[in-house]
């Protein structure tokens, strides 16, 4: 398997404008999160689904951001407008549920895009 | 809430030394993870601890869990350049908590 995919890798905008980030889980597995990485914040989850469905998305910083998973297979986070604050490495990783509840196997993180909004 | 503490933050060591690196807890749970990130990396899974009194050894690295101290530990065995990376222990409760990360950073 590739791994989880994400793109662009880097991405370089301007305040005001919208950005998408993309993310394709690793096939057959049905959890998908979005985190952001700052070094004042750290690593902090924005939000998660289970099989496309949105669980948790108490991480969402304002309604600037969303997220949507169409399918099993296609995640996209949106930022509009995006704002110099919102610069940081968004991370999509994904999982698979184990058997025991509220638990899931380990996370598998995509190599992240690195986003500079100006 | 739950908090994940690490410490150290930052920690310089020279080759063939041991250390250890603390990542505390502050509510129950019987599943943690460690993770490494090289810098502009993404985060690489080492190890997942899965009950109290867990160990897992890969290489020069080895971590356990203490579910009643609500403490898991790495520990860095003749450490080598190569170790050079941030340490993230995470905890599973509902979702993943990270802690802030261990700078490692093993010098000649």
């Known amino acids: 398997d590739a791994g989880v995919i994400q793109s662009p890798r880097h991405e370089v905008t301007e305040m005001g404008q919208e950005v998408t980030l993309r993310c394709k889980p690793i096939?057959?597995?049905?959890?998908l999160f979005w985190y952001r990485q700052t070094m004042m914040r750290g690593l902090e989850l924005l939000i998660y689904?289970?099989?496309?469905?949105?669980?948790?998305d108490s991480g969402m910083p304002e309604d600037r951001f969303s997220a949507k998973m169409p399918n099993a297979s296609f995640s996209t986070l949106k930022i509009q407008p995006s704002e110099p604050r919102d610069s940081a490495v968004y991370f999509c990783?994904?999982?698979?549920?184990?058997?025991?509840?509220?638990?899931?196997?380990?996370?598998?993180f995509g190599p992240g895009t690195r986003l500079l909004v100006l | 809430e739950l908090k994940v503490e690490q410490n150290p933050l930052f920690l310089s060591m020279q080759e063939g030394k041991n250390y250890t690196i603390y990542c505390n807890y502050s509510?129950?749970?019987?599943?943690l993870y460690w993770y490494r990130q090289d810098p502009g990396k993404s985060l690489e899974s080492l190890f997942v601890?899965?009950?109290?009194?867990a160990v897992k050894q890969e290489g020069r690295l080895m971590a356990s869990l203490d579910t009643k101290a609500r403490l898991s530990t790495l520990h860095i065995t003749a450490a080598v350049h190569d170790l050079s990376a941030t340490y993230f222990c995470?905890?599973?409760?509902?979702?993943?908590?990270f802690g802030k990360g261990t700078m490692l950073l093993v010098s000649p």
């Open positions: 990783a994904s999982s698979l549920l184990a058997a025991a509840p509220q638990s899931r196997e380990t996370q598998y």
């Open positions: 096939s057959g597995h049905d959890y």
């Open positions: 689904f289970n099989n496309n469905v949105p669980i948790d």
């Open positions: 509510t129950t749970s019987d599943r």
């Open positions: 601890l899965l009950s109290n009194g």
């Open positions: 995470a905890v599973d409760f509902i979702t993943l908590t």
